[in-house]
Structures are given as structure tokens and as C-alpha cells.
């Protein structure tokens, strides 16, 4: 399996910010990753609208390289150096070849306050680019009870740089 891309895409502009070289647990519509996303890509994140803009970046340029194995997506920001992995679990057997939908929860502790950070990526390959989105949430607790919600949704759009369907262009 090859990609684990896209979520990895923005969870890849955003995730990455707050998670380094750990194994996380998500979702996805179909059983395997489509092939098409393993490569290095030139990421755009652009946000579309957010509750709190201030707190979250209104455009990012990124580039990632996804790979993986089996149901791993392992993606690495070439920028910035976080590398996270994504575990993949198939719900059902919707898969097209051309999707990558998955979402991503993380728990941390800081202090008196618990925060969950939830992320909902949803990406379309079509040849040498894929188009999406990626909600991201952050819920902040104390004493187990919400004391604020931050969501921001950016649209994405990665163009591949390297990978297999590039080279098989030549």
C-alpha cells in the first residue's frame, strides 16, 4: 500500500504540527490506499473558514512525501521534518481507487486542561493531483467538561512531484 497521503495532506499541514513519529489510528472507506498517492507532493492548504481564523494559518505551502506499507501511510513533511504514521482500518468495502477519506483523533494532557484534536480529510486523486478537504478540531477541556471548540476546514490541493505515476510518464 502506498499512501497515507493526503491525510494526510493537511494532517499533514496541521497534524504535524502537533504530532512527531507516532502511530495513530483512523478509518477509511475502502481497503486499500490508493497507489496513485505514494510520491513526493507540493501541498496548498488554504483555509476555507474557521471559527477562531486567528488560532489556525490562512495558507500553507508544504511538500510531503507519502509512502507506507500494508495499512500504514507514513507521511513526511520535507520542511519541517515531523514524520507521523497512520494506521488504516477499512470500515467497508467502498474503495475506488482514486479516495483517501480517514479521520485521526489525539488526546493530550497539559496541565489542569485535556485537549482532543479531531481530523477529517477527504481526498480525490485525478492522475497527477489530488483536490480535497480537511476539517481539523480542537476541543479544549477542564474538569471534563468544554471550555472552547476551534474548528477550521482548508480546501487542499497537492500536485505530485515524484512518484510512481510520474515516472511512468517518461
Known amino acids: ?38 510520491g513526493t507532493w507540493r501541498v496548498i492548504s488554504k483555509m476555507q473558514h474557521s471559527n477562531n481564523p486567528s488560532k489556525f494559518n490562512k495558507l500553507s505551502v508544504d511538500i510531503w512525501n507519502l509512502s507506507g506499507a500494508a495499512n500504514v501511510l507514513v507521511l513526511e513533511n520535507a520542511i519541517t521534518g515531523a514524520k507521523s504514521s497512520i494506521q488504516i482500518e477499512s470500515k467497508n468495502g467502498d474503495f475506488d481507487g482514486k479516495t483517501l477519506k480517514f479521520q485521526r483523533v489525539k488526546e493530550e494532557k497539559s496541565g489542569k486542561y485535556k485537549y482532543i484534536q479531531r481530523e477529517s480529510p477527504e481526498f480525490v486523486l485525478d492522475n497527477n493531483v489530488f483536490k480535497g478537504f480537511d476539517t481539523f478540531i480542537i476541543e479544549k477541556y477542564e474538569d471534563n467538561k468544554l471550555i472552547s471548540k476551534d474548528v477550521v476546514k482548508y480546501v487542499v490541493i497537492g500536485q505530485k512531484i515524484s512518484g510512481e505515476s510520474k515516472i511512468n510518464e517518461w
Request: charged share 15%.
Open 1 to 38: 500500500m502506498r499512501i497515507k497521503i493526503f491525510l494526510i495532506f493537511i494532517y499533514f499541514a496541521f497534524a504535524l504540527q502537533f504530532s512527531f513519529a507516532e502511530t495513530l489510528k483512523g478509518g477509511t472507506t475502502f481497503d486499500a490506499i490508493p497507489k496513485g498517492f505514494f
